[in-house]
């Protein structure tokens, strides 16, 4: 009995010996944890706050603003088919009907849709399909090649569904946004991604400079004229290209900004074609070279290489070896962050433009110019005036400037850059010459092209 006594005693204190080191061990550790959630500066997975991005995002209501106001459009075009050689030779052959297709999105009650030019090329006949399936004719208002932007309206009286304008310099890299288009000639269909990238040039080496938004959203054939919108189901671009070896969509997709579809379209309302306003200036993207060259460290924004007389950069004082590093507040890093920018605005407008000069900023205020251009469509070129300096550095008197080449055949012999001093054996003095030659000239006849190219060697071509 006594043994029995003292074996209870033992494993009872070691029961309480036990416990006690248990819950010293424990209480520490649970303490612990608590600090940590206390002071923890991340946010949980699961935790749920206004403020957390994923939270915040409402795809469906952004997709129930815009689907219905998202098109497609039908392109009846027709062409000639040659039935023979002679045909082949002579222009001759059958008619011959071909549709194309892709997409819109209606902009105003009233039935305005902005689409993009190449959907609508060439159409004898427009025809648009809504999301409920009824289907309207279209009439072609206008369009800008430049920008792949083409303005159309519906053939009705009847109010219709739309999407508001959003201001696209104002979206941020990694912002949702939608893509919503008619593919394969389905009803609108909707994709989700990110914006991986603004103000991208596809054509670096193009003398249009480009300016896209750049998403992962899904696009494919036919999505060409659809929306880009952002969560609050606003319009921030017009999808119109990707790029893929395949012909399908690979993982990149672009749209032309907002701003400047809505510029474009006015212009084309109330102008009939597109106002634009430039600097006057010629220069480019700064790089470490440049930056070397000119005694600075700052390899972001456009350099000034050079001035044009008259033009609201000289007059406002701009100069040579400047560097652009804004645009009313907004950076410019790149050549495509300026040209998407002020392809938004008009001549006459007024911008602020901020430059780095001597190591140091200055905000300087100037009055964007018109473009004056002319397209010479036989010869598949595009000139504007030229200045003085330009006329002045090949040892000329007159001319005017190609600006770029229209047709791949043209842009084989690098004619941009040069100076046409004559068509026809007759004397170009401004582009008002060019329009007065080309419109009176006898069409079955060849053209004679005199000019000056970039090394100040006269040559002359005669197109058939």
Same mark, same amino acid.
């Given at each position: 009995?006594?043994? @029995?006594?003292?074996?209870?005693?033992?494993?009872?204190?070691?029961?309480?010996?036990?416990?006690?080191?248990?819950? /010293?061990?424990?209480?520490?550790?649970?303490?612990?944890?608590?600090?940590?959630?206390?002071?923890?500066?991340?946010?949980?997975?699961?935790?749920? +706050?206004?403020?957390?991005?994923?939270?915040? /995002?409402?795809?469906?209501? #952004?997709?129930?603003?815009?689907?219905? *106001?998202?098109?497609?459009?039908?392109?009846? @075009?027709?062409?000639?088919?040659?039935?023979?050689?002679?045909?082949?030779?002579?222009?001759?052959?059958?008619?011959?009907?071909? /549709?194309?297709?892709?997409?819109?999105?209606?902009?105003?009650?009233?039935?305005?849709?902005?689409?993009? !030019?190449?959907?609508?090329?060439?159409?004898?006949?427009? +025809?648009?399909?809504?999301?409920? =399936?009824? @289907?309207?004719?279209?009439?072609?208002?206008? @369009?800008?090649?430049?920008?792949?932007?083409?303005?159309?309206?519906?053939?009705?009286?009847?109010?219709?569904?739309?999407?508001?304008?959003?201001?696209?310099?104002?979206? =941020?890299?990694?912002?949702?946004?939608?893509?919503?288009?008619?593919?394969?000639?389905? %009803?609108? %269909?909707?994709?989700?991604?990110?914006?991986?990238?603004? *103000?991208?040039?596809? !054509? &670096?080496?193009?003398?249009?400079?480009?300016?896209?938004? &750049?998403?992962?959203?899904?696009? =494919?054939?036919?999505?060409?004229?659809?929306?880009?919108?952002?969560?609050?189901?606003?319009?921030?671009?017009?999808?119109? #290209? /990707?790029?893929?070896?395949?012909?399908?969509?690979?993982?990149?997709?672009? #749209?032309?900004?907002?701003?400047?579809?809505?510029?474009?379209?006015?212009?084309?309302?109330?102008?009939?074609?597109?106002?634009?306003?430039?600097?006057?200036?010629?220069? $480019?993207?700064?790089?470490?070279?440049?930056?070397?060259?000119?005694?600075?460290?700052?390899?972001?924004?456009?350099?000034?290489?050079?001035?044009?007389?008259? +033009?609201?950069?000289?007059?406002? $004082?701009?100069?040579?070896?400047?560097?652009?590093?804004?645009?009313?507040?907004?950076?410019?890093?790149?050549?495509?962050?300026?040209?998407?920018?002020?392809?938004?605005?008009?001549?006459?407008?007024?911008? &602020?433009?901020?430059?780095?000069? !001597?190591? +140091?900023?200055?905000?300087?205020?100037?009055?964007?110019?018109?473009?004056?251009?002319?397209?010479?469509?036989?010869?598949?070129?595009?000139?504007? =005036?030229?200045?003085?300096?330009?006329?002045?550095?090949?040892?000329?008197?007159?001319?005017?400037?190609?600006?770029?080449?229209? %047709?791949?055949?043209?842009?084989?012999?690098?004619?941009?850059?040069?100076?046409?001093?004559?068509?026809?054996?007759?004397?170009?003095?401004?582009?008002?010459?060019?329009?007065?030659?080309?419109?009176?000239?006898?069409?079955?006849?060849?053209?004679?092209?005199?000019?000056?190219?970039?090394?100040?060697?006269? !040559?002359?071509?005669?197109?058939?």
């Amino acid at each position: 009995m006594k043994q @029995t006594l003292q074996f209870f005693i033992v494993a009872l204190f070691a029961g309480a010996l036990t416990l006690g080191g248990y819950k /010293i061990l424990e209480e520490p550790k649970t303490g612990s944890l608590t600090t940590q959630n206390e002071t923890a500066s991340f946010i949980p997975t699961n935790f749920t +706050s206004s403020t957390a991005p994923i939270g915040s /995002i409402d795809f469906i209501e #952004a997709a129930e603003k815009t689907v219905h *106001a998202v098109v497609h459009v039908k392109n009846k @075009t027709i062409t000639t088919q040659p039935r023979n050689m002679m045909d082949y030779f002579n222009g001759g052959g059958v008619p011959r009907e071909m /549709i194309g297709s892709g997409s819109g999105v209606i902009i105003s009650a009233d039935g305005y849709i902005v689409t993009n !030019n190449h959907v609508i090329a060439n159409a004898s006949e427009l +025809s648009v399909t809504l999301n409920n =399936n009824k @289907t309207y004719n279209a009439e072609l208002i206008g @369009t800008d090649p430049k920008t792949d932007i083409a303005l159309i309206k519906l053939d009705s009286n009847e109010e219709f569904p739309y999407v508001p304008f959003g201001d696209s310099n104002e979206i =941020n890299l990694g912002e949702w946004v939608l893509a919503v288009g008619n593919p394969f000639n389905l %009803t609108s %269909t909707v994709t989700a991604g990110i914006v991986s990238a603004k *103000a991208r040039d596809l !054509n &670096q080496f193009d003398s249009n400079p480009q300016s896209f938004i &750049q998403t992962d959203a899904a696009v =494919n054939r036919g999505n060409s004229g659809g929306a880009l919108v952002n969560t609050r189901g606003e319009l921030i671009g017009i999808n119109t #290209a /990707i790029t893929s070896e395949t012909g399908s969509y690979v993982g990149y997709s672009f #749209a032309v900004p907002s701003n400047i579809a809505r510029k474009v379209i006015e212009d084309i309302m109330e102008f009939g074609n597109v106002q634009r306003g430039i600097l006057g200036i010629t220069g $480019g993207t700064l790089n470490s070279q440049i930056a070397k060259d000119i005694g600075i460290n700052d390899t972001e924004g456009v350099y000034i290489a050079g001035v044009e007389k008259g +033009s609201g950069a000289e007059k406002s $004082g701009l100069r040579e070896g400047d560097v652009i590093k804004k645009l009313d507040g907004y950076k410019v890093g790149k050549f495509s962050d300026l040209s998407g920018y002020l392809g938004s605005k008009r001549p006459n407008d007024v911008v &602020q433009v901020t430059v780095l000069r !001597n190591g +140091s900023e200055k905000n300087i205020p100037v009055t964007l110019i018109k473009l004056e251009t002319f397209e010479i469509s036989d010869l598949g070129l595009e000139v504007k =005036n030229a200045s003085t300096s330009d006329l002045k550095s090949r040892g000329v008197s007159n001319g005017v400037l190609v600006t770029r080449t229209l %047709t791949q055949d043209m842009s084989r012999y690098n004619l941009a850059g040069i100076l046409i001093t004559k068509i026809n054996d007759e004397t170009i003095e401004d582009i008002d010459d060019v329009k007065r030659i080309m419109n009176r000239r006898d069409y079955s006849a060849p053209i004679k092209m005199t000019f000056v190219d970039q090394r100040g060697e006269v !040559n002359t071509f005669i197109f058939r």
